[in-house]
Structure formats: C-alpha cells, structure tokens
C-alpha cells in the first residue's frame, strides 16, 4: 500500500492509523493483539482516493484575506473558494489565495499536489439539522483544505458558496466576519447554509433557518442596512428579491421583488452574482442571466445606497458571456461568478468558464457605471 499510494497522498500512514481506530471498535478488534503494520493494512481497506475536482471546477468567490500584513500600493491579498465537483457530481469547497492589484493583475499562490479535508470538531453532531464545526489540519495551508459535505442534508454537496466580509461595527470599525452563503443538497432536496468563519481556520456551518432558506442563490450585504441584516435572493426561481431580517441565521421574510428579466440575454431567470458590492455611486450588484438555449450571461444593477429596493440603473446588454472556447466545457455556454473583489477603483471577477476552468476579469467602477442605464 505504500508503494502504491505514498507518493500520492500526504501523511499516509497516519491516515490510515487513524481510520483504523475508528473502525476499531465497530469491528470489534483487540487492538493489542494487533502490530501497527497490521493496523494500517487495516485502516487502509476502509479508505479510497476521491479526486475532488475530476468533474468541474466552478462558480468562484473572492474576499479580502484575514491577513493584510506587508501589502502596499494598493495591493490586496485575497481568499477564493470554489465549488469543486468529484466522482457522484457531490460538491465541495475548496481555496486558493492571491494578492490583487489595482491595475487588474493578480498572482495566484502556489498549490501542492496534496490536499486534506477539514476535521469535524465533533463527530457527533452531524445530524441534517445541526451546526458543525470544522477546522483546517494545523499543517495544511488554506490552498490545500477542502470541505466535503457532513451531514445528511449536504450529502448530496456544497454548492455555490458566496463569501462576504460582514463588517459588524455598524461604524466600519472592522469587526470583521466572513460569511457565506450556499446550497446544501441532500440528493434530493436543498437548502441555504451559512459558512461563518474569522480566520479561515475554524468554520462553522448552520443551517438557515425560516421560509427564505428553501431557496437557493441567497447573497448577505457587507454590512447591515439601517441597522438590518440584508439578503438578495431569487426566491421564485425566476427574478431577484431584497429580504431584511433582524437575525444572521433566520431568514423568515419572503422579500420585496427587485428585478424581473428585462433583456433578451435573461428572458429565462436571473439571478445574483455574489455579495452587493458599496461604491460612491450606491451598491453595484453583479448579476447573471439565463437566456435562449440556456446560455448564461453576467451583468449588473446598481442599488441605492439608503434603500437597496430602489434599482437606479442596469445593464442592457452583458458585461461578459462564454463566447469561442469558453463554450466548450462540462455544461457549455456558461459564464458564472459567486462573487467580485473591489480593488481601489477596479473590480477583478474571477468567474467559471463553462464548469470546468476559472477565469479571471477586471474593469475599472466607472466603466461599468458607464455601460448601464
């Protein structure tokens, strides 16, 4: 087995250590009888490998990182989590970690080859209604971590995360949150979770609770708005909705209507693009359209900043649609992001090409003020 498998895998052996105490007891084994060679032998037939992103690679994210330490000219270091999706099409989260420029440019950090799951804080509490707590291994960088899903409701996987760095000091003192939205899929239902965490080490993943949470595609404001929490989400399937809720985790008003399909390049569904981004002007919310021969689209609409149920201006046609190779892919014609990072006056939109690559975008706020009306 280590012939096999060492070169492959990071810190083999333990992991099959550890999988054999766990299946210890249930086989009923007298661990004292048995060598640690047997041991291992043991725990390894209950592993196998699992390529966590052979399907699709998709639907990015992007935030400030928790750690800005050295960063100057305007430069930002970043986290991006994506959707990964393995062997069964089930969903994980997984991340990479850069540093973004003004100018658009961006570097990427490097990635091993090896990557580990996070731990379960408590393996006991895994039921489909249950917060779970998870953490990164001590020795695994972020680049290298992946959430799998846990309980009974994400068996079927995580779907769309979209972070956002929640400001809690209603006066933009920093009190800072990382916040997420995304589907949990149980094989045959869905519901929105919240993955909340500060540093990127530990997680907690909750279910939202209330009406609002059977629905998909729910996107948290960066802050509260007079003094509310604030979602944007397509709670009809179809069109846009603005919902307010006095909890992070209850989410019980069905909204006000936002947008309905308006242009012929999202007749079928719109829908956001991630977390309302505040700018001078108001709040620019990127949007995605769906439209003849289900081809996918991003655009934008800019909210008021007092009151984000007043749309002041949108898009006539897209920003950015899958067009010559990015059409070509595990499900074609599609240009999606769960998100958009501000760099001084310049947005960089890292977004899936067609579910099986990721690409990168950049324009500065004041050209697309200009391409709305």
Not at 201 to 230: H, S, T, W
């Amino acid at each position: 087995m280590l012939h096999d498998f060492e070169e492959r895998h990071w810190q083999t052996e333990q992991l099959f250590e550890e999988r054999y105490r766990e299946v210890e007891q249930g086989l009923g084994l007298d661990g004292d009888a048995i060598d640690i060679t047997h041991k291992r032998l043991i725990g390894a037939y209950f592993c196998h490998e699992y390529t966590y992103a052979a399907a699709a690679l998709m639907n990015p994210s992007i935030v400030p990182h928790p750690d800005q330490s050295g960063m100057t000219g305007g430069a930002v270091r970043f986290v991006m989590s994506l959707r990964a999706v393995g062997e069964g099409h089930i969903s994980s989260i997984v991340f990479r970690e850069g540093i973004a420029h003004a100018d658009g440019a961006f570097q990427l950090w490097p990635q091993s080859a090896f990557a580990t799951a996070m731990q379960i804080d408590d393996t006991s509490l895994v039921d489909a209604d249950s917060a779970v707590a998870v953490h990164r291994h001590a020795e695994s960088s972020l680049s290298n971590s992946v959430i799998f899903p846990i309980t009974e409701q994400q068996r079927g996987g995580l779907e769309d995360l979209r972070l956002v760095r929640f400001d809690h000091d209603a006066a933009g003192g920093g009190d800072y949150e990382w916040v997420g939205t995304y589907t949990a899929y149980s094989g045959s239902s869905i519901r929105s979770e919240l993955l909340r965490t500060r540093d990127f080490r530990d997680f907690v993943l909750e279910p939202i609770e209330g009406r609002a949470g059977r629905n998909k595609g729910m996107a948290l404001f960066p802050q509260k708005v007079n003094g509310r929490y604030c979602m944007v989400g397509r709670q009809d399937g179809k069109n846009l909705y603005l919902m307010y809720s006095d909890r992070l985790d209850h989410w019980d008003d069905d909204g006000v209507l936002l947008m309905e399909p308006k242009y012929p390049w999202e007749f079928i569904q719109i829908g956001n693009c991630g977390a309302p981004i505040l700018t001078d002007a108001g709040w620019l919310l990127l949007t995605h359209g769906v439209g003849a021969m289900r081809k996918y689209a991003l655009g934008c609409a800019l909210l008021d900043r007092e009151d984000p149920t007043k749309v002041l201006a949108r898009t006539r046609t897209p920003l950015l649609t899958a067009i010559d190779a990015d059409r070509f892919g595990y499900v074609p014609n599609v240009v999606y992001t769960c998100g958009a990072l501000k760099v001084g006056e310049t947005l960089l939109v890292p977004y899936g090409i067609s579910d099986s690559a990721v690409g990168f975008a950049s324009a500065t706020i004041g050209e697309i003020l200009q391409l709305m009306e």
